[in-house]
């Protein structure tokens, strides 16, 4: 199975601030990894796939780049409504796997 | 309007079972990819099973092999996920998702909004 390692677990950041989320996959996986939302009570919500392309409806402070093991989930500007749980995925290969998440909280 | 409901969640004893229903609606169902994603309280994600369009190929995560199964019927817009000899380490909440047929790999793009499934004595 691949594991999905993200860091950190979580991170404290004001309205504003760029915040940067890792991602490591334990084998190489191209850019088969998407990046999602998740807030409390709610189902998670896509942001990226591919790696770096953006979903539909999802705002252009979100980024995502990297290919192989390592990937980087970027938020530009963060706003009140960003802080929640982020997780990447694989995409690619059964199981397919999610990283343990991160928490923004507000700082 | 794409909508996915989840029904059937509940409370069961170990070794029990429980049918996990996701009625779909505002996309053509037939043609896409279906997932169950399931959450246990205060953890992450984790990907219990996936069907492709026809029902005919089907994955599972190593921990519920064996004990779930996940079908569609088309005809009806629905997936399920049946699930025997329930285990305390089931007890989540358990969503299902569409994969949009875009070639992104198995990605999902529209979820429900959660069914728990509580598995205690």
């Known amino acids: 199975d691949i594991q999905m390692t993200q860091s950190p677990s979580s991170v404290s950041a004001s309205v504003g601030d760029r915040v940067t989320i890792t991602c490591r996959a334990s084998q190489g996986i191209g850019s088969w990894l998407a990046w999602y939302q998740q807030k409390p009570g709610k189902a998670p919500n896509l942001l990226i796939y591919?790696?770096?392309t953006l979903e539909s409806g999802v705002p252009s402070r979100f980024s995502g780049s990297g290919s192989g093991t390592d990937f980087t989930l970027t938020i530009s500007g963060l706003q009140p409504e960003d802080f929640a749980t982020y997780y990447c995925q694989q995409t690619n290969n059964f199981p397919l796997t999610f990283g343990g998440g991160t928490k923004v909280e507000i700082k | 309007e794409v909508q996915l409901v989840e029904s059937g969640g509940g409370l069961v004893q170990p070794g029990g079972s429980l049918r996990l229903s996701c009625v779909a609606s505002g996309f053509s169902f037939s043609s896409s990819w279906m997932t169950w994603v399931r959450q246990a309280p205060g953890k992450g994600l984790e990907w219990v099973a996936n069907?492709?369009?026809?029902?005919?190929?089907?994955y599972y995560v190593e921990s519920v092999k064996g004990r779930f199964t996940i079908s569609r019927d088309n005809a009806k817009n629905s997936l399920y996920l049946q699930m025997n000899s329930l285990r305390a380490e089931d007890t989540a909440v358990y969503y299902c998702?569409?994969?949009?047929?875009?070639?992104?790999?198995?990605?999902?793009?529209?979820w429900g909004q959660g069914t728990l499934v509580t598995v205690s004595s």
């Open positions: 591919d790696a770096s």
């Open positions: 069907t492709q369009q026809g029902g005919g190929e089907r």
């Open positions: 998702a569409r994969d949009p047929p875009r070639g992104d790999g198995y990605t999902f793009d529209f």
